[in-house]
């Protein structure tokens, strides 16, 4: 859905913003959409002074579908390893650099 409203940066959000409350309600795990809902209201205070301060749609995209084929593979280790990517996309933008993965992982490493 997100290739359908490429070009149009309001929509595209909002469609973003949907996606991750999908998945955090799909977890079952009720502090999870909680916890997303205050991610965002700050994510929203930021944009709002940087508004140009955006991980880029085409990666945007690739990190979504990257990160929903680890969590239908139900293979906790590609998961983390898809959720690191996914949320170094938005570290780079804000802090300029991607933060290293702590070393855990599911029934062994990484």
Do not use: C
Not at 62 to 70: E, Y
């Amino acid at each position: 859905m997100l290739v359908e409203v490429d070009d149009r940066p309001k929509e595209f959000w909002e469609v973003d913003i949907r996606f991750h409350f999908t998945v955090a309600e799909a977890s079952k795990s009720p502090p999870i959409p909680e916890f997303l809902r205050e991610v965002f209201q700050r994510l929203d205070a930021i944009r709002d002074q940087f508004p140009f301060a955006y991980v880029p749609h085409k990666e945007a995209i690739a990190n979504q579908a990257d990160t929903l084929a680890a969590i239908e593979s139900r293979n906790g280790n590609r998961a983390v390893r898809a959720m690191d990517a996914h949320l170094s996309s938005l570290e780079v933008v804000l802090i300029g650099t991607r933060l290293p993965m702590p070393l855990v992982g599911f029934g062994g490493g990484i």
